[in-house]
């Protein structure tokens, strides 16, 4: 409690202030110890200095939900930052919003689906507190047997395993790059070939887990009928062919035109037209394009990011880049 000077004017009686000789130096010492709060609270302070909040609870992250195989010893600390972009890009997707381009890229409004909104974000959610589960994630670099750039098994254990080939540590991390024009930041157009990183390939692979996904549609109140498919196992991977032809889309590609499929769907314009085989939150591509869109559309915009002209690569894109063993990774994360 703050005292003014009146108040501390009748905590003496008249008669004492005769019988203390150092009257003026003890009122002073009163009122200095009495009002001292009042000066400390109002007294400037220091500008706090950066914060390392957000790189403590991507550590700890890490350590609570993962447990890194023998066979990973040698690049252990290579998949710790290929790992912590996937919280950064679950950090940003989070919050999506549905009037975002990245966002209108590959889902559905919440009008045309009243659960896919929610779903988008909670998996994202889900990711960050692994599924709600004490399910512990083994990442494992086997030197043979994983097709393409990184695989989970098709039904989840309980100890779910996430294979990281040797393709996997030849992309890039956040890290590895500046976000300027001459790191990740280039000019428009923007070919997705040239941005897909060790955080999108891991969100991919991530949302495959069947924990994952029941937490996301728990969190989003969806019923088993609503979502029949990923009610029993995680998300799916999903290709196209060129009509008429024998060629596979890229796996970017074809979450692009499996939205377009069911907007013609819903519309009710085009006569005889089925109902798509997955919703696009089934998807794992589309929640991991969706999150890498929406992380570089909030890191690049200052350099002239245009969430509107972001393509997906061709299969001639794919193949010429020497990162990519295209035909090797067919069911993985192009």
């Given at each position: 409690?703050?005292?003014?000077?009146?108040?501390?004017?009748?905590?003496?009686?008249?008669?004492?202030?005769?019988?203390?000789?150092n009257?003026?130096?003890?009122?002073?010492?009163?009122?200095f110890?009495?009002?001292?709060?009042?000066?400390?609270s109002?007294?400037?302070?220091?500008?706090?200095?950066?914060?390392?909040?957000?790189?403590?609870?991507?550590?700890?992250?890490?350590r609570?939900?993962?447990?890194?195989?023998?066979?990973?010893?040698?690049?252990?600390?290579?998949?710790?930052?290929?790992?912590?972009?996937?919280?950064?890009?679950?950090?940003?997707?989070q919050?999506?919003?549905e009037?975002?381009?990245?966002?209108?890229?590959y889902?559905?409004?919440?009008?045309q689906d009243?659960?896919?909104?929610?779903?988008?974000?909670?998996?994202?959610?889900s990711?960050?507190?692994n599924?709600?589960?004490?399910?512990?994630?083994?990442?494992?670099?086997p030197?043979?047997?994983?097709?393409?750039?990184?695989?989970t098994?098709?039904?989840e254990?309980d100890?779910?395993?996430?294979s990281?080939?040797?393709?996997?540590?030849?992309?890039?991390?956040?890290?590895?790059?500046?976000?300027?024009?001459?790191?990740?930041?280039?000019?428009?157009?923007?070919?997705?070939?040239?941005f897909?990183?060790?955080?999108?390939?891991?969100?991919?692979?991530?949302?495959?887990?069947?924990?994952?996904?029941?937490?996301?549609l728990?969190?989003?109140?969806?019923?088993a009928?609503a979502?029949?498919?990923?009610?029993?196992r995680?998300?799916?991977?999903?290709?196209?062919?060129?009509?008429?032809?024998?060629?596979?889309?890229t796996?970017?590609?074809?979450?692009?035109?499996?939205?377009?499929?069911?907007?013609?769907?819903?519309?009710?314009?085009?006569?005889?037209?089925?109902?798509p085989?997955?919703?696009?939150?089934?998807?794992a591509q589309?929640?991991?394009?969706?999150?890498?869109?929406?992380?570089f559309?909030?890191?690049?915009?200052?350099?002239?990011?245009?969430?509107?002209?972001?393509?997906?690569p061709?299969?001639?894109?794919?193949?010429?880049?020497?990162?990519?063993?295209?035909?090797?990774?067919?069911?993985?994360?192009?």
């Open positions: 409690m703050i005292l003014g000077w009146s108040a501390i004017q009748q905590l003496f009686l008249p008669h004492s202030f005769s019988t203390m000789p009257l003026t130096y003890f009122k002073l010492l009163l009122i110890l009495l009002e001292w709060p009042l000066f400390a109002s007294a400037p302070t220091s500008p706090a200095g950066p914060s390392s909040k957000s790189s403590q609870t991507v550590d700890s992250w890490f609570q939900y993962f447990i890194v195989d023998l066979t990973c010893n040698t690049r252990r600390g290579e998949i710790e930052k290929g790992f912590s972009d996937i919280f950064v890009l679950a950090e940003v997707t919050h999506i919003s009037d975002s381009v990245p966002y209108q890229h889902f559905l409004s919440r009008k009243p659960h896919e909104l929610d779903i988008v974000r909670n998996m994202a959610k990711i960050l507190v599924g709600n589960s004490n399910k512990k994630i083994i990442i494992k670099c030197i043979t047997g994983v097709k393409g750039i990184a695989r098994p098709f039904r254990m100890s779910p395993e996430m990281l080939s040797s393709l996997y540590f030849k992309f890039p991390t956040f890290s590895s790059r500046p976000f300027t024009n001459a790191g990740w930041c280039t000019p428009p157009p923007h070919n997705l070939n040239q897909t990183s060790q955080g999108q390939i891991g969100y991919h692979e991530i949302t495959h887990f069947e924990h994952i996904v029941k937490y996301a728990e969190l989003s109140a969806v019923t009928d979502r029949v498919l990923t009610n029993k995680g998300t799916f991977d999903f290709f196209m062919t060129k009509t008429n032809r024998a060629t596979p889309l796996a970017s590609q074809s979450v692009r035109i499996l939205l377009i499929q069911w907007e013609e769907y819903l519309s009710g314009k085009i006569k005889n037209i089925s109902k085989g997955y919703y696009p939150d089934e998807v589309s929640h991991a394009l969706a999150a890498a869109e929406t992380f559309h909030q890191k690049c915009q200052p350099h002239g990011w245009d969430p509107i002209q972001v393509f997906p061709e299969p001639q894109d794919v193949q010429s880049d020497l990162k990519y063993d295209y035909y090797g990774k067919k069911t993985n994360s192009g």
